[in-house]
């Protein structure tokens, strides 16, 4: 048994700050879980001179990791820096020089985790990252533990809180993406530079480490197919509506057989799923096991106390194991005999939104080349006719069909005069 559990905490800011209140107020109560009290040793910041929201002793900030990583006494390294440099050479130098990590960091572990989680079980030390993907909802301990019996067919994911906020403000108030992006950065829900969240990167990444886990094998980054949610308008959420859709940017994974595919892009779901009732910041991840049936994961996906509580469930894990004598904590085997599905051998429905020109037979050359596709037509509504313009709005809605069929559809209708725009192309998920 140890008298007392050392972090090293890298990282003070919006989670690293959240960590230590967190860790201070819930002290005793910690403590008693573990059989010692855990505490933060030394933190590593950039600016040490600046303003913190949490209460730290100015004695414990440092700007040198060596600090930290050359410290025989830390026996956990809690990385919520953030980015993938100089995160990752932190994380890997901890688990060398066999220090226990728990981190945030969803690029650090979906860029370099299976070769991570490699060297963690070399070195016999634990590597955990509850945090990195849905902030406080428990995601990865019931991938690790809950539902290791089940093969799991599918998953599908809100798991961008900015990006689920601006979806649902241009749904609920009818405004486009530009408005609903500027108000979600005025309130903070979206940075300044908001590209890593409305192209889908983030949610990528997080599928990425869900995927692993769930299919049990190595997904690369490179697997996933993301696409943002910028090139849709007021118009694609009214006529998903009248269509009886909500659309949201969803992190897909499905098994085939021995195949799967990750994909992250705006898409239709019926109103009437559960999903399509997740609202503003709030993230739902539902996972299809053959055990468990359709499941449910709800709840905040960031944000300083909920990030915390995952980090600190990790760090209190793995304390009680170094008080128990254990050094490491099972995790789940990753092979590497299952192979990504590239997106345009996906097959899915379609709805497409584009401009043509107000005249005859215009409707009949498009559905020639979507007939010679095998791409078979659900429905078909003509909006908005623009009188000036001699121009129709056409929405169409497929049966399921190939993504290459649709892709060599949409290059062939480009090519018609008749074609004034193809204004979007959205998946849909029945
Ligand atoms: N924010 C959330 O709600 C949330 C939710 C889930 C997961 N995460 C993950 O948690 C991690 C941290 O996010 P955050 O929002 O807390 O970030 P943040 O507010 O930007 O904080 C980053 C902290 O790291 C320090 N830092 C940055 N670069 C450094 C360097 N080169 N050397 C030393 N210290 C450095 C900064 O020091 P200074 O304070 O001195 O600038 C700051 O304290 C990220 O991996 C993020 O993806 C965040």
């Known amino acids: 048994m140890k008298e007392r559990i050392e972090i090293g905490l890298m990282g003070l800011g919006v989670v690293g700050g959240g960590v230590e209140n967190a860790l201070r107020e819930k002290a005793a109560d910690i403590a008693k879980q573990v059989g010692a009290p855990l505490a ?26 060596q600090h930290i990583l050359s410290d025989p006494e830390i026996d956990i390294v809690v990385e919520v820096i953030g980015g993938e440099s100089p995160a990752y050479d932190y994380i890997k130098e901890s688990i060398s020089r066999g220090k226990h990590v728990v981190t945030a960091n969803k690029e650090v572990i979906a860029k370099h985790g299976f070769e991570l989680l490699n060297l963690a079980a070399q070195h016999q030390v634990a590597l955990l990252y509850e945090a990195s993907a849905g902030g406080g909802i428990p995601l990865i301990g019931p991938l690790r533990h809950d539902l290791l019996a089940n093969k799991i067919s599918a998953i599908h994911a809100i798991i961008n809180g900015t990006t689920n906020y601006i979806l ?30 409305v192209e889908g990167i983030d949610a990528a990444y997080k599928l990425v480490i869900l995927a692993a886990l ?64 997740v609202n503003g910041v709030f993230n739902a991840v539902q996972i299809d096991g ?37 050094s490491q904590i099972p995790q789940v085997r990753l092979g590497q005999t299952m192979t990504a599905r590239p997106i345009s051998e996906i097959e899915t429905r379609y709805y497409l939104r584009m401009t043509v020109a107000d005249r005859p037979g215009v409707l009949a050359q498009i559905t020639r080349i979507l007939g010679e596709l095998l791409i078979s037509i659900s429905s078909v509504i003509q909006k908005g006719v623009d009188e000036r313009a001699q121009s129709a709005e056409i929405v169409i809605m497929t049966h399921p069909a190939q993504e290459r069929a649709m892709q060599q559809a949409i290059s062939q209708m480009e090519k018609l005069d008749v074609v004034k725009e193809i204004s979007n192309l959205v998946r849909v998920e029945d």
């Open 168 to 197: 649902t403000k241009m749904a609920l108030e009818d405004i486009d993406f530009t408005t609903a992006l500027r108000e979600a950065q005025e309130l903070g829900y979206a940075e300044a530079d908001p590209a890593s969240d």
């Open 214 to 277: 769930a299919f049990q094998t190595q997904v690369l980054l490179g697997d996933v197919y993301h696409e943002g949610i910028s090139r849709l308008a007021a118009r694609d959420f009214r006529y998903a509506k009248e269509l009886g859709y909500t659309v949201k940017l969803l992190a897909i994974a499905k098994r085939e057989d021995n195949t799967f595919q990750v994909r992250v892009h705006p898409t239709f779901i019926p109103d009437d799923l559960l999903l399509a009732k």
């Open 290 to 326: 053959d055990l468990t049936g359709r499941i449910l994961f709800y709840g905040q996906g960031a944000g300083a106390a909920p990030t915390s509580s995952a980090i600190l469930a990790d760090a209190i894990r793995v304390a009680q194991n170094i008080n128990q004598g254990l």
């Open 40 to 65: 933060v040793k030394r933190i590593l910041v950039r600016d040490p001179s600046k303003k913190r929201t949490c209460q730290v002793q100015p004695h414990l900030l440092t700007t040198d990791p």
